[in-house]
């Protein structure tokens, strides 16, 4: 079992740039996929970013591909999301989640989910 933490939410202007983290409990951290969802208010919770067990696949949503870097350090149980040129529509809770399905984009194929990190961008 593993438990999520985020953090590095914030607001800011559309162009600035935010990093989140999900801070993991466990000593099994390693083993799972990582994935990164977003929910904006009235709609659903989409897929954003994921990498794998090591780090070294990586896989985005056409929404943020080239804007945003999703990274892990395993030492620190620790993943990252960079994110860059930053717009309005990207204002959302943003959740990471721990499953063991590459490459999982669906909520169904993530076992463990964070409590979320509020990210709002003015135009």
């Known amino acids: 079992q593993v438990q999520l933490v985020e953090s590095g939410g914030g607001l800011v202007q559309a162009g600035d740039s935010l990093r989140l983290s999900c801070a993991a409990s466990?000593?099994?951290?390693?083993?799972?996929?990582i994935g990164w969802f977003r929910q904006a208010p009235g709609k659903e919770r989409e897929f954003v970013a994921a990498?794998?067990?090591?780090?070294?696949?990586?896989y985005y949503s056409d929404s943020v591909k080239g804007r945003f870097t999703i990274s892990r350090d395993n030492a620190k149980n620790t993943v990252y999301l960079q994110m860059n040129s930053l717009k309005p529509e990207d204002t959302a809770v943003y959740y990471c989640?721990?499953?063991?399905?590459?490459?999982?984009?669906?909520?169904?194929?993530?076992?463990?989910w964070g409590q979320g990190t509020q990210v709002t961008v003015s135009s």
């Open positions: 989640a721990a499953g063991s399905i590459w490459i999982g984009v669906k909520r169904a194929e993530y076992d463990y």
């Open positions: 466990g000593r099994t951290f390693s083993s799972y996929v």
């Open positions: 990498i794998s067990k090591s780090g070294v696949r990586t």
